[in-house]
Each structure stands twice: as structure tokens, then as C-alpha cells.
């Protein structure tokens, strides 16, 4: 049905008026220069595949701009170059991860299990392998190393690393300085602090300042240390109540009273008057005992441990108290302060007591004659957690057999194995003394044996010792084994061969001082000089043997003549062999043998190469066709400069 004239004029204008107003509503629009065109689908596979490989030659003729921009702006700011010769930061803690990590604690394994040389050598092997360690695993091993003395190994391992490019951190440095210190040689440590100073990118920490100058304190070198102490205000390091009580006790050590007073004054001074570390109270009330002040010595111990005391009390400090009281005559004070000190030790929040207190005990029994009792808190230490070393042990057997103890102190020795700790020469040195003063040679001669067995190196005043001893109670047997068996491992003076040479020559045995005559003449690590042979014929001349010594001389002087002769004869027959080798190859008139034929260049060289070239392929060889040929390309060169040689024998 039509619709009526007026509806549809009605209805054609409201379509005209929607269709203007949306003409002219405001919209976004796409810029009509960036015209997109998206292919929604391919007909077939292979029109998908053919446009991938369409944009993928695209992209590699025309690339990114995003990538072009990057390429730019890496042109533009090239990487500032390096110095080689720089030093190399050390590794952070956060590279002891993955695989890292897990080498760190199989070597930690290692070192529980008391295997320091494998420990020592998986750390070497690792350097060379994809999992490198990480300095702090190299700092287990030296640490390690350290504390069982075994120095020559810990130096070994530390120039290993270094060579290898493993660069050390502050505790590396730390350890180092320890161990010269311990070894005596504290100018070394210095030397190795100012080089660390000087080349080293790490500044020391106050751990450094403590290890350096307790160690010179130990080495008598106290100027040395007041001068580090003065250095550390300088590296703007704050004032440490420990390094002054290092300081101190040097002091006390020089019995320098006044000393000792200084340094206390200053350290209140740069604290601003107020202590709270009681560190320093041992030293000053052994200052103040110094001076008589005996009342000043026990205000300053209620200041310190007393009731209403404030300080801080580390082992350490109560240490420091205990010995003061032990060495002026208050050891019944020292044995109230020891058991106050037992109930407050409670591991791991509060340690009250540690190694150095029981060491501080059993000297202070010892003082009072009451070697049981030190024996008894001795072996108590394990109790709380504390593990004796080889220096405590050495310390009361040194005690017991200055005092008799002798069948105490074996058993004390007896006792180290089973606590893991290994004795060392002065163990072994001091059992053997005390044998010797009760008339127990075989004995001192058996703990000289197992000091050598133990890898251990007396020094040649021991070994001198032991001989002397064995010879005086006539087992000159006994001394000649041991001298057999020092004589590669000692470097002996003359002393020492003159007395095993006067001790067997007394004995009647002159057989056996020239087989030792012998055994020294062939080695050129003796120095057999003119005063040991006019002992040696001296000796003989008592029995009319001079002429042997004469003889035996002369013959290793022929045997030595006739070594030399059969060497220069080995070396002319290996030259003339490789002559003839050559001559083999080469005509003789190369090497200056002349002919009456005289042949060209080419007709030389063809003489040379047709035969040797005919002969080797006869026998199916084709190694030896190259070296003829270079032979033969060599030939006119030697033609040459035997013309050369014939014009100059001519022209004389």
C-alpha cells in the first residue's frame, strides 16, 4: 500500500536531516597518507608462504628504522677502551650461585672433613674447568690453611690464584698479612700493605688495621703499629677500643706504665670522654699493678665486671681481666670471675669464654703449682665449644715437663689425634728433650723419627742435639742412621761433618769416613772444601790411612775425567752421525771433497733429484720425493759458495 503524499514528504526530509547531521559529527579519522592493506586470507598455502618469504627479503634489504636507529646511536657513542693493566675489581657475593655455589660447598665438605691438600687441589683444578670458583671459596681453602699453620701451601695457593687472574678482595689481603706476621716477617707484611695501599682498587678495613698491628705488637715492633694507629685517623676510620688494646698490652709487654696510661687518656678523648667496650681494663689494671697501685687496679675491675658495671664484656675483655688478676697474685678473685664467666657463656647469643680463656686458666694453675687442676680445665674446654689448638697443647706439655710430668705430658700428647689436632716440630722437639733429661735416648730418638716421618723439618740444632746425645751413651749406630737420613734433607755446616767424622774415627771405623768422604765428593751439593779435607786426612793420618784418602781422590778425579771424555765423545759420534746422514743424501763435493769432473748447476741438481726420486718410488715410498727435491733446490746455493771457496784458494 503507497503511503500517503504528506507522510512520505514527512519521512524523505527526516532522512535528510539524519543524513547531514552525520555527514558533519566529529569522528577520527585515519590520515589519508597511511593507508593500511590487510589480507585477511590467501587462496592457497603456498600464496601464504610465497608473502612470508616476500616480507622476510624485504626486511633483509630494507631493515627496521628502530634498528637502523639503534646501529646509529651505537657508531655514534663507541665503548670507551680499557686500560689492560688496570686491577681487576673483585667478584660480588652474588656471583656464589648455580653451579658456582654448589663447587663452594663441596670444598667446604672438604675442609670439615680436614682434607685441606684436596681441598687445595679440587680449588686448583677448578680454575682450568667451565665452573671457575669464586674468591671467597679461595678464601675457605687459605683460611683453612691458616689455622693449621701450613703456610708454604696457603703463599702456594695465593700466587696461584693471583697468576690466574682470580682477583683478591679485602679478606684475601687480610689473610695474607696474617701470615707473614705469623711466620715472623713482619717487614714482609709491611711491604705487602703498602703495595696493597699503593696498586690494590679496595681501601683496608678496620679488620685490616686490627690483624696489622697486633701482629707488630707480637713482633716487638710497637713504633711500627702506633704509626698504623695514627694512619687510621687518616683513612678517616673511627677510634677502636681493640687496636688500643693491642697497643696497651704492648706497652705492658715493654713495662711501659705510663705507656699505657697515654693511650687509655686518648682513646676517652676521641670517644668524648665515654667507654662502653671494656677491652682496654685488663691492660690498664696491669698498667696500674705496674705502679703499685693495687687499689686503683681493683676500682678499675668493679668498673669493669662489677655489679652495677654498664660495659660491654666480650670474651676478649674478660680474657684480658682474668689474665691481669691471674699474674698479680688475685687468683682466687681469677677463679670467682672464671665461674661467673661459665654461667653467662650461653652459645650462640653470648659468648662469655672462648679458646683464649682456658689457656689463661691453665697458665694461672700452672703459677700456683696445681698441674692436675690445669690438666683438668684443660680438657674441659670441649665442653663448651671450644676446640684447643696445636699451641695450647704445646703450652702445657712444655709446662708438664718442665715439672717432671713427663708420663702426663705423653698422655696430653696421646690426646691430640683423637681432637683432630697434629703436632708439630716443637711438640716433637720438647718430647724429645724431656726423654733426654730422664735418660730416655730411645725414646727422644723415636719422637725425632716420627717428627722426620710426619713431614715435619727439624732444624740442624735438634739434630745436633739428638746426635750428641746418642753418641755420648755410645749408640754411634743409632747417630750414623740419623745422619744417613739428614744429611739429603739438612743443609749441615762443617761442625756436623767433622763430629760424625771425629765420632767414627774414634770408634775405630775408618772405613766408613771414606765411603762418607765418597758420598761427599759426588755430591755437588756439599761444599767439600780444604779445612774438611785436612780434618779428614788429619784423622787418617792417626792410623796411617792418609794415602787412601790420597787414592780415593785421585780416582774420583780419573772417574770424573773419564765421564767428561766419554760426554764429548757421545756428543762428536752424534755429530758425525748426523754427517754421515746427510752424506747420504748429499754428493761428497758439496762438502768440499773436489772432483776432476766438473759439472754444472742443472746437471747437479738433476744428479741429485732423478736418482733419489727412481730409488723411492722403486720401493713405494713418497715421503722422501719432497726432501730430495728441497735438497736438490738447495744445491745451487751450495755450488755457489764452493766456487767461492775454489777462486780463493786459487788467488793464494
Known sequence: ?????????????????????????????????????????????????????????????????????????????????????????????????????????????????????????????????????????????????????????????????????????????????????????????????????????????????????????????????????????????????????????????????????????????????????????????????????????????????????????????????????????????????????????????????????????????VAQERFKDAIEVFRKMGDYRCRPDTLSFNNLIDQLCKNGMLAEAEELYGEMDGKGVKPDEYTYVLLMDACFEVDRIDDGAAYFRKMVDSSLSPNLKVYNRLVDKLVKVGKIDEAKSFYDLMVKKLKMDDEAYKFMVRTLSDSGRLDEVLKMVDVMVDDEEIDFNEELLEFVKDELRKEGREEELTKLLEEKARQKAEAKAKEAEAVEAAKRTTRAAVSSIIPSKLFGKKDDETESAPAAENAVQVPLIEKESQNGKEENVEEATVLGSALPDLQAAEEETDKAESSR
Open 1 to 365: 500500500m503507497a503511503l500517503s503524499k504528506p507522510l512520505a514528504t514527512i519521512l524523505a526530509s527526516h532522512v535528510k536531516a539524519l543524513t547531514f547531521s552525520s555527514l558533519h559529527h566529529h569522528y577520527p579519522r585515519t590520515p589519508s597518507s597511511f593507508v593500511t592493506f590487510r589480507f585477511f586470507s590467501f587462496a592457497t598455502p603456498e600464496e601464504a608462504a610465497a608473502e612470508r618469504r616476500r616480507r622476510k627479503r624485504r626486511l633483509r634489504i630494507e631493515p627496521p628504522l628502530s634498528s637502523l636507529h639503534r646501529n646509529q646511536q651505537q657508531q655514534q657513542a663507541p665503548r670507551p677502551i680499557q686500560n689492560p693493566n688496570a686491577p681487576k675489581l673483585p667478584e660480588h657475593v652474588s656471583a656464589l650461585t648455580g653451579k658456582r655455589l654448589n663447587l663452594h660447598n663441596r670444598i667446604l665438605t672438604l675442609i670439615r672433613e680436614n682434607d685441606l691438600e684436596e681441598a687445595a687441589l679440587f680449588t686448583r683444578h677448578s680454575v682450568y674447568s667451565n665452573c671457575r670458583p669464586t674468591i671467597f671459596t679461595v678464601n675457605a681453602v687459605l683460611n683453612a690453611q691458616l689455622r693449621q699453620s701450613k703456610y708454604s701451601d696457603l703463599l702456594m695457593l695465593h700466587r696461584f690464584i693471583i697468576q690466574s687472574g682470580i682477583a683478591p678482595n679485602i679478606i684475601t689481603h687480610n689473610l695474607i698479612f696474617q701470615t707473614y706476621l705469623d711466620c715472623r716477617k713482619p717487614d714482609t707484611a709491611l711491604e705487602h700493605y703498602k703495595q696493597f695501599i699503593n696498586d690494590a682498587p679496595l681501601n683496608p678495613s678496620p679488620t685490616t688495621y686490627r690483624i696489622l698491628i697486633k701482629g707488630l705488637v707480637d713482633n716487638n715492633k710497637l713504633d711500627k703499629a702506633i704509626e698504623l694507629k695514627e694512619e687510621m685517623v687518616v683513612k678517616g676510620l673511627a677510634a677502636d677500643p681493640l687496636v688500643y688494646h693491642y697497643l696497651m698490652s704492648g706497652c705492658v709487654r715493654n713495662s711501659d706504665a705510663e705507656g699505657v696510661f697515654k693511650l687509655f687518656e686518648e682513646l676517652k678523648e676521641k670517644l668524648g670522654g665515654a667507654l662502653e667496650d671494656g677491652v682496654i681494663y685488663g691492660c690498664l689494671m696491669k698498667g696500674y699493678f705496674m705502679k703499685g697501685m693495687e687499689k686503683e687496679a681493683m676500682e678499675c675491675y668493679e668498673e669493669a665486671v662489677g655489679e652495677n658495671s654498664q660495659m660491654k664484656m666480650s670474651a676478649v675483655a674478660y680474657n684480658s681481666v682474668l689474665d691481669a688478676l691471674c699474674k698479680n697474685g688475685k687468683f682466687d678473685e681469677a677463679l670467682r670471675l672464671f665461674d661467673r664467666m661459665i654461667k653467662e657463656h650461653n652459645p650462640p647469643r653470648g659468648l662469655a669464654v672462648n679458646l683464649g680463656t682456658f689457656n689463661v686458666m691453665t697458665d694461672g694453675y
